[in-house]
Protein backbone atom coordinates (compact mmCIF):
# COMPACT_ATOMS: atom_id res chain seq x y z
CA UNK A 1 0.00 0.00 0.00
CA UNK A 2 1.62 3.27 -0.77
CA UNK A 3 -0.27 6.68 0.48
CA UNK A 4 -0.02 9.93 -1.43
CA UNK A 5 -0.60 13.37 0.65
CA UNK A 6 -0.78 16.50 -1.00
CA UNK A 7 -2.16 19.94 -1.03
CA UNK A 8 -0.49 21.57 1.92
CA UNK A 9 0.97 24.89 1.69
CA UNK A 10 1.28 28.72 3.83
CA UNK A 11 -1.92 29.69 4.50
CA UNK A 12 -3.15 32.97 6.49
CA UNK A 13 -5.29 32.52 9.72
CA UNK A 14 -8.63 32.22 8.86
CA UNK A 15 -8.23 30.87 5.77
CA UNK A 16 -9.01 27.04 4.41
CA UNK A 17 -7.05 24.72 2.65
CA UNK A 18 -8.07 20.93 1.07
CA UNK A 19 -5.31 18.10 1.63
CA UNK A 20 -6.00 14.89 -0.66
CA UNK A 21 -4.67 11.71 0.24
CA UNK A 22 -4.59 8.72 -2.51
CA UNK A 23 -4.31 5.33 -2.04
CA UNK A 24 -2.46 2.65 -4.45
CA UNK A 25 -2.29 -1.17 -3.66
CA UNK A 26 -6.06 -0.57 -0.93
CA UNK A 27 -7.12 -3.90 -0.50
CA UNK A 28 -9.26 -5.84 2.12
CA UNK A 29 -12.10 -4.67 4.46
CA UNK A 30 -13.08 -2.17 6.90
CA UNK A 31 -10.73 0.16 5.66
CA UNK A 32 -10.19 3.45 7.57
CA UNK A 33 -8.52 6.15 6.82
CA UNK A 34 -7.12 9.02 8.41
CA UNK A 35 -5.30 12.27 9.13
CA UNK A 36 -2.45 13.06 12.02
CA UNK A 37 -0.38 15.87 12.26
CA UNK A 38 2.87 16.46 13.99
CA UNK A 39 3.76 19.86 15.00
CA UNK A 40 7.40 21.04 15.87
CA UNK A 41 9.15 19.60 18.86
CA UNK A 42 5.17 17.60 19.61
CA UNK A 43 4.15 13.97 18.79
CA UNK A 44 2.18 13.06 16.56
CA UNK A 45 -1.51 13.55 16.90
CA UNK A 46 -4.98 12.32 15.63
CA UNK A 47 -7.18 14.37 14.09
CA UNK A 48 -9.51 12.87 11.91
CA UNK A 49 -10.49 9.54 10.14
CA UNK A 50 -13.67 7.80 8.13
CA UNK A 51 -14.49 4.39 8.38
CA UNK A 52 -14.70 3.67 4.60
CA UNK A 53 -17.70 1.42 4.09
CA UNK A 54 -19.72 2.75 6.53
CA UNK A 55 -18.60 6.19 6.15
CA UNK A 56 -18.10 7.10 9.66
CA UNK A 57 -15.99 10.11 10.63
CA UNK A 58 -14.01 10.85 13.65
CA UNK A 59 -12.58 14.58 14.67
CA UNK A 60 -10.31 15.68 17.21
CA UNK A 61 -11.99 17.79 19.57
CA UNK A 62 -10.08 21.08 18.36
CA UNK A 63 -11.10 20.57 14.77
CA UNK A 64 -14.51 19.82 14.85
CA UNK A 65 -16.43 22.09 13.06
CA UNK A 66 -13.75 23.51 11.09
CA UNK A 67 -12.27 20.25 9.55
CA UNK A 68 -14.04 18.26 7.72
CA UNK A 69 -12.95 14.32 6.25
CA UNK A 70 -14.66 13.39 3.06
CA UNK A 71 -14.04 10.30 0.52
CA UNK A 72 -13.42 11.40 -3.12
CA UNK A 73 -15.46 10.01 -6.35
CA UNK A 74 -12.13 8.30 -7.38
CA UNK A 75 -11.61 5.24 -5.20
CA UNK A 76 -9.48 4.98 -2.53
CA UNK A 77 -9.02 9.10 -2.26
CA UNK A 78 -10.25 10.90 0.69
CA UNK A 79 -9.52 15.04 1.84
CA UNK A 80 -9.16 16.97 4.40
CA UNK A 81 -11.13 19.90 4.23
CA UNK A 82 -9.76 22.76 6.68
CA UNK A 83 -11.26 25.55 7.26
CA UNK A 84 -11.34 28.83 9.50
CA UNK A 85 -7.45 27.81 10.30
CA UNK A 86 -5.38 28.52 12.96
CA UNK A 87 -1.42 29.10 13.67
CA UNK A 88 -2.03 26.01 16.36
CA UNK A 89 -3.21 24.31 13.13
CA UNK A 90 0.72 24.54 11.83
CA UNK A 91 1.77 21.20 11.55
CA UNK A 92 2.88 18.19 8.83
CA UNK A 93 0.06 16.25 8.08
CA UNK A 94 0.04 12.45 7.24
CA UNK A 95 -2.73 10.14 5.87
CA UNK A 96 -2.54 6.51 7.05
CA UNK A 97 -4.40 3.64 6.60
CA UNK A 98 -5.76 0.78 8.93
CA UNK A 99 -8.07 -2.05 9.14
CA UNK A 100 -10.87 -3.36 11.11
CA UNK A 101 -10.74 -0.68 13.96
CA UNK A 102 -13.02 -0.15 16.81
CA UNK A 103 -13.86 3.47 17.11
CA UNK A 104 -11.99 3.27 20.61
CA UNK A 105 -9.05 3.09 18.87
CA UNK A 106 -9.56 4.81 15.68
CA UNK A 107 -7.31 7.70 16.93
CA UNK A 108 -4.67 5.34 18.07
CA UNK A 109 -1.23 5.83 15.93
CA UNK A 110 -0.15 2.70 16.47
CA UNK A 111 -2.89 0.99 15.23
CA UNK A 112 -2.13 2.41 11.51
CA UNK A 113 -0.76 0.28 9.18
CA UNK A 114 0.82 2.26 6.21
CA UNK A 115 1.43 6.02 6.39
CA UNK A 116 2.15 8.41 3.46
CA UNK A 117 5.23 10.97 3.40
CA UNK A 118 3.19 13.97 5.12
CA UNK A 119 2.19 17.37 3.63
CA UNK A 120 3.17 20.78 5.30
CA UNK A 121 0.55 22.90 6.52
CA UNK A 122 1.54 26.30 7.65
CA UNK A 123 -0.60 28.96 8.96
CA UNK A 124 0.31 32.58 9.89
CA UNK A 125 -0.96 34.51 11.99
Known amino acids: VQLQASGGGLVQAGSSLRLSCAASGLTGSDVIMGWFRQAPGKEREFVSA????????FYLDSVKGRFTISRGNAKNTVYLRMDSLKPEDTAVYYCAVAFRLIASTVRDRGRYDYWGQGTLVTVSS
Open 50 to 57: IRWGGGGT
